[in-house]
């Protein structure tokens, strides 16, 4: 454990000494999450975590985002990290086809997982 004040959901740790012990990190893989995400951007609603997982995204040499796809367009207040920080972003196949586009377009590779509801269920069944 970095140190640091622990948010009251218990699942986060973050404050000035926890960004500073971030950046004397070296750290090989990084995986998060996020509250909203765009086209552009990643996004938390709180400043509570952004800040360290915006060192943990800077210094990792592999980053994966991962999140569900009903957080695409939920615009947030503290923009975190840029597309072009992550390598691989991790959805359900909910995800819009012009969202996976113009993820991809900023290098970011995208993997779909197939979830109960998903489009392709439909033609599943018919073809089951």
Same mark, same amino acid.
């Given at each position: 454990?970095?140190?640091?004040?622990?948010?009251?959901?218990?699942?986060?740790?973050?404050?000035?000494?926890?960004?500073?012990?971030?950046?004397?990190?070296?750290?090989?893989?990084?995986?998060?999450?996020?509250?909203?995400?765009?086209?552009?951007? %990643?996004?938390?609603?709180?400043?509570?975590?952004?800040?360290?997982?915006?060192?943990? %995204?800077? #210094?990792?040499?592999?980053?994966?985002?991962?999140?569900?796809?009903?957080?695409?367009?939920?615009?947030?207040?503290?923009?975190?990290?840029?597309?072009?920080?992550?390598?691989?972003?991790?959805?359900?196949?909910?995800?819009?086809?012009?969202?996976?586009?113009? %993820?991809?377009?900023?290098?970011?590779?995208?993997h779909l997982v197939d979830v109960a509801g998903s489009a392709g269920d439909d033609e599943? #069944?018919?073809?089951?």
């Open positions: 454990l970095m140190g640091g004040k622990l948010a009251s959901d218990g699942n986060t740790v973050d404050g000035p000494l926890t960004v500073e012990n971030a950046k004397l990190m070296s750290v090989d893989l990084c995986i998060f999450s996020c509250d909203g995400f765009n086209d552009h951007n %990643i996004q938390n609603q709180s400043l509570t975590g952004s800040q360290t997982q915006k060192v943990m %995204i800077e #210094r990792a040499s592999l980053a994966i985002c991962t999140t569900a796809s009903h957080k695409y367009g939920r615009n947030r207040c503290f923009h975190f990290c840029e597309w072009k920080e992550v390598d691989l972003f991790v959805t359900d196949s909910r995800l819009p086809g012009a969202a996976r586009e113009a %993820i991809e377009s900023q290098g970011v590779e995208v599943r #069944r018919e073809t089951s």
